[in-house]
C-alpha cells in the first residue's frame, strides 16, 4: 500500500481501533489497559466499537454518497439511531443525551439545534472522515471538520477544536513531520484564544498537569500531548486512554490522530483482526478513498 493512502486507511480505522480498545474501560477504575478487553457499561464483545465509531462510519457513507451534506449526514444519524445502521451490534447504543436530543430535533424540525452551551468531545470523536475526504485541501480540511460539529454540538469550542484536529488530520495523511506538524497547523488556524493557548501549551506540560473530562478542551490537550510523546501508534494510544474516564472517546479522537500519522500498517495487526465488521470497515474507506478530493 502506497504511503498516502496506508495514512488514509490508519485515519480511520485507527478511530475505531482505539474506540474500541478504551471502550470497555469507560467511567470505571483500572489498573492499566493494556490490550483489548470485553464488558464494561455497554457490555461488549472485543472488538466491538461504540456510539462515536459508528457516526464516524455514518458520516464517511454520508460524505461517499452525498459529499458533505449535513442534512444527509443527519439522516444517517437517525438511521443509525432508529435500526443500529452502523453499530457494532445489531441495535444503536452508547448514543450522549445531548446528541439524542439534537437528533430528535432534527427529524421533529428538518433543521439543526441552536446554539448550545455546553461543549463536547462527541464531534471530534467521530471526525476522520471529513479531512480524508478533503485530503487535498488543508483549508477545505479545516472549514468543513468545523462544519461538521453543527449538526449535534453548535458550540464555539468544540467547532474550532474540530477545525484543529482536521487540519492536523490532514496534514498528518498528507505526511507532514511531526516536528512541525502542531506549529504549522497552529500558525494557520483562525482560533479562538482559549483553543490556541492550550494548544501551544501542550508540549510543555507534564503528565500531571493534564485531566480527563468530558470537555472538548481537556481531551484534545490528552490527545495531543500523548501522540507528541509517543512515537508509535500503539504508545499514543494506550498513552491516552490511560488517562481514564472517557476512554473510548480519547481512544478514537487519538486512533484517527496516531492512525493518521503513522499508518494503517503500524496499528499492530492483532488489533487490526480484533476488530469486528473489519470487510465492512475496509470497504467503507476504500469507497471513501475513491470519491476523496
Known amino acids: 500500500m502506497e504511503k498516502l493512502k496506508d495514512r488514509f486507511v490508519g485515519a480511520l480505522y485507527g478511530l475505531i481501533v482505539g474506540n474500541a480498545l478504551g471502550a470497555p474501560y469507560k467511567n470505571i477504575e ?98 476522520a472522515p471529513v479531512p480524508m475526504y478533503f485530503k487535498s485541501s488543508f483549508k477545505d480540511a479545516v472549514y468543513y471538520s468545523g462544519q461538521s460539529s453543527y449538526t449535534t454540538h453548535n458550540n464555539i469550542y468544540t467547532i474550532h477544536a474540530c477545525k484543529y484536529l482536521g487540519g492536523l488530520i490532514q496534514q498528518a495523511i498528507n505526511g507532514t513531520n511531526k516536528k512541525i506538524l502542531l506549529s504549522e497547523v497552529h500558525k494557520h488556524m483562525d482560533l479562538i484564544y482559549d483553543v490556541k493557548l492550550k ?57 484517527q490522530v496516531a492512525g493518521a500519522y503513522y499508518g494503517f500498517e503500524n496499528i499492530p495487526k492483532l488489533w487490526t483482526l480484533k476488530i469486528v465488521k473489519r470487510e465492512m470497515i475496509m470497504n467503507i474507506i476504500e469507497n471513501l478513498y475513491n470519491v476523496s478530493k
Open 30 to 127: 483500572f489498573k492499566e489497559i493494556t490490550d483489548f478487553s470485553s464488558g464494561g457499561v455497554f457490555n461488549l464483545d472485543i472488538g466491538e466499537w461504540t456510539d462515536v465509531s459508528s457516526m464516524a462510519l455514518c458520516l464517511a457513507n454520508s460524505l461517499i454518497e452525498d459529499g458533505f451534506d449535513l442534512n444527509s449526514q443527519m439522516k444517517k444519524y437517525v438511521k443509525w439511531v432508529e435500526e443500529g445502521y452502523m453499530s457494532s451490534k445489531e441495535k444503536s447504543f452508547g448514543i450522549d443525551n445531548q446528541t439524542l436530543e439534537a437528533i430528535i430535533y432534527f427529524e421533529k424540525n428538518n433543521k439543526f439545534v441552536d446554539i448550545t452551551e455546553k461543549d463536547s468531545n462527541k464531534p471530534l470523536a467521530r471526525l
Open 199 to 255: 494548544i501551544v501549551d501542550i508540549p510543555y506540560k507534564t503528565k500531571n498537569e493534564l485531566s480527563s473530562s468530558n470537555s472538548v478542551l481537556d481531551t484534545l490537550e490528552i490527545v495531543l500531548w500523548s501522540f507528541y510523546n509517543t512515537n508509535n501508534f500503539k504508545d499514543a494510544v494506550l498513552t491516552a486512554v490511560n488517562f481514564g474516564e472517557n476512554t473510548d472517546e480519547i481512544g478514537a479522537i487519538i486512533g
